[in-house]
């Protein structure tokens, strides 16, 4: 990758103490300037506040070093565009950026850390992303271990040929855990990735019509959440298609392992999930069409200013997975100490719609699921609320994204799907449950064959 620029010839220590930020800006702009290469850090603790990569300049953190965030929030620019999330406002600054850049990475076998026990966990006080980028192209992020964000690990925005291989992310010390994060990114290539965080592991967004999010490939990786594994869609202003996930494996989530949600128009379609194990994931797949806009509570895109019409959602085929409760899954699992995550009551397959805009065309065929249940009627409520066009009828109680909590059904619930195929399908009660086990409401169902309940 051409030549080579050490950052200890550029003046930064290394020793773990003092801010090396001026040295390594001074080599990664030297780099740019003379046509492209390498910024090396090696053999040392390096420390920094805002980074900014440019055009053909790799930033590579050799085995023998670690590049740690610097404590203070006045050394993370102003600059560095912004969360698209209109709730999190002080997650806006970041710690490396890049900005209408192309051919940039970062690489090699050492370590990223944000440092994250310096930056406060909740509240109104900054605390910096670790990596975001904004309208580049060819990035690749490849071995590196990205370690203790404050909030998000990265935040990859109308961007496109991105390819992120080997990269082991551990992100669960603060809120806003999130793992590898596209907003309006396209040509995607994740593979052979380890992911463990308090928020979403992967995240797929549609937050600018002008930017869809298409040729998605997400393939031998591991996820591990507090919340969800892989979550497509909720900011869903344009476009998300052609996403094919394989080969993983899941354990330990406590909410959603695959979450696909068509909430703010647009479109979802052309999501296939297939060869995927899941141990101890509280609600396996969770796929919801609704409209919604609630800046005051969970947060919309900055874009969105109204509630939109209801989009489309069609298009999903799960094939081949391998879902595994045991015991750890009849306790209540918790975000940090107070933010009830899920409990026995809480788990199951759902899709649901309002009943005039179903998801279409779906398909779960080759599926063993062995679930906790224990589930007792009196411990739900009785009314289940449905989905709602929002912008037609405004009543509080609508079913979305975290409400309701419990689920009607032990393993399937599904509730406005058009042309449904349901095949090879083997299910089983760790416990006895006194729910129904299926439900099927206002599908239609192309095919029901071979649906087994041990």
């Not at 990475?105 to 900054?126: H, M, Q, V």
Request: charged residues 25%; negative net charge; hydrophobic residues 35%.
């Amino acid at each position: 990758m051409g030549t080579y620029y050490n950052v200890k010839e550029f003046g930064a220590l290394g020793n773990g103490r003092e801010n090396d930020q001026q040295a390594i800006q001074r080599a990664i702009d030297l780099c740019h300037e003379r046509g492209g290469g390498t910024v090396l850090l090696e053999g040392g603790v390096y420390r920094s506040g805002t980074l900014y990569l440019k055009s053909n300049v790799y930033l590579e953190v050799d085995v023998s070093a670690r590049l740690e965030a610097w404590g203070d929030i006045e050394c993370y620019g102003e600059d560095t565009h912004y969360n698209r999330y209109r709730n999190e406002p002080e997650l806006d600054r970041c710690w490396i950026y890049a900005q209408d850049a192309e051919n940039i990475g970062i690489t090699g076998y050492g370590e990223l850390n944000g440092r994250a026990e310096l930056f406060p966990c909740e509240g109104s006080i900054y605390r910096p992303m670790m990596i975001r980028f904004l309208r580049c192209r060819r990035i690749h992020i490849s071995n590196i271990r990205l370690m203790n964000s404050p909030s998000w690990t990265t935040a990859f925005l109308d961007s496109e040929y991105i390819w992120i291989h080997g990269v082991q992310i551990e992100n669960e010390k603060r809120y806003n855990g999130d793992g590898l994060d596209f907003d309006g990114s396209r040509h995607l290539y994740i593979l052979d990735c380890r992911i463990q965080g308090t928020d979403d592991n992967l995240c797929l967004q549609a937050g600018n019509p002008a930017y869809p999010v298409e040729d998605v490939h997400i393939t031998n990786c591991s996820f591990s959440s507090v919340c969800a594994g892989i979550r497509i869609g909720l900011k869903s202003i344009g476009r998300i298609s052609g996403v094919v996930i394989s080969n993983c494996t899941m354990h330990n989530v406590w909410r959603e392992g695959i979450k696909i949600e068509c909430t703010e128009g647009g479109s979802i379609s052309d999501i296939t999930v297939s060869n995927v194990t899941m141990r101890n994931v509280r609600r396996p797949v969770f796929v919801l069409l609704n409209n919604r806009f609630l800046p005051e509570d969970l947060g919309n895109s900055v874009e969105l200013t109204e509630i939109p019409e209801i989009g489309e959602l069609k298009g999903i085929i799960l094939r081949s997975l391998i879902i595994t409760d045991d015991e750890e899954m009849e306790k209540t699992h918790r975000r940090f100490e107070d933010d009830v995550m899920g409990a026995p009551y809480f788990g199951g397959i759902r899709f649901d719609a309002e009943e005039s805009h179903p998801v279409e065309n779906v398909i779960l065929q080759d599926i063993i699921y062995t679930g906790i249940g224990g589930v007792k009627k009196e411990d739900i409520p009785k009314e289940y609320p449905r989905v709602l066009d929002q912008k037609k009828d405004t009543r509080q109680e609508v079913s979305g994204n975290y409400y309701p909590d419990w689920s009607r059904a032990a393993f399937m619930d599904l509730r406005n799907v058009d042309n449904l195929l349901l095949e090879n399908i083997l299910l089983k009660l760790i416990h006895e449950d006194e729910r129904e086990k299926v439900l099927l409401e206002g599908c239609t169902l192309l095919k029901e064959a071979g649906i087994t309940i041990l």
